[in-house]
């Protein structure tokens, strides 16, 4: 029997998930509660519907004129359903179709034999750091980041193609010893090819309160672009 994979939602439009115009998979489902999430529907893990490999290869074919830049799969926590990911990256890969993993990190065990079996058909890997510091990570996520860390770790050895995300989050991640710590981390790792750091913002809030969910930073207000700005410049400082 076909594995199947728990789907929040499909976009077959995705403009900002990697290289090009990407069918973009989110799974439902994630570990992680980061205070600025902005896809909340999509912690729960029994919740929406479910997809084999080869149904959603059939609804990419659907679209294929128009997503030429590949699969991005994103969440939710695409790890979190590894096995059904590796048959779904396999599948698009075996018909030479870009694919690019949208991942926090948090799962990575390098332990696990899978992962090294998913990186057989895994194109670009887009990280998102989010925090340096780990006590701080804790009180952004509620977890560790020694797994995210290890995992930037990993994919440089194995040299995969990693694409670093950081937010920058006024009071929490925006302060310059920790941007320039994540430079300094990033200077390490020699499989970087691309380097997004992201305002802060919080369009999200009326998604919580349709949820039924309280917004944790509700005080916080977004970051402006020049401070966007200023908070890359110091992580390309921190990577000289």
């Not at 294929?64 to 790890?79: I, Q, V, Y």
């Not at 926090?104 to 890997?125: C, Q, R």
């Amino acid at each position: 029997m076909a594995l199947e994979g728990n789907i929040h939602s499909i976009e077959t439009f995705g403009t900002v998930d990697g290289p090009g115009v990407r069918f973009v998979v989110f799974f439902q489902g994630c570990p992680m509660r980061c205070l600025y999430c902005h896809n909340p529907d999509t912690w729960n893990f029994n919740e929406n519907k479910k997809f084999s490999s080869d149904e959603l290869f059939m609804e990419y074919e659907k679209t294929k004129e128009f997503t030429k830049g590949g699969l991005t799969a994103t969440g939710g926590e695409p790890l979190a359903q590894i096995d059904f990911l590796i048959e779904l990256f396999k599948k698009f890969h075996e018909n030479n179709i870009h694919t690019a993993l949208d991942t926090s990190g948090i799962l990575f065990d390098e332990k696990n034999s899978k992962f090294d079996e998913l990186m057989k058909y895994t194109n670009l890997v887009m990280l998102d750091i989010k925090h340096i510091d780990d006590d701080e990570h804790k009180k952004l996520t509620g977890h560790s980041n020694k797994n995210v860390l290890n995992f930037a770790k990993y994919l440089s050895k194995k040299n995969i193609p990693m694409w670093i995300r950081h937010v920058v989050v006024p009071s929490y991640t925006y302060k310059k010893e920790y941007l320039y710590k994540l430079g300094q981390f990033i200077k390490t790792l020699k499989n970087v090819v691309a380097l997004d750091i992201l305002p802060y913002h919080n369009m999200a809030i009326p998604k919580y309160k349709e949820l039924n969910i309280d917004y944790p930073l509700l005080n916080v207000e977004p970051l402006s672009k020049e401070d966007a700005i200023i908070a890359r410049n110091i992580v390309l400082d921190g990577m000289k």
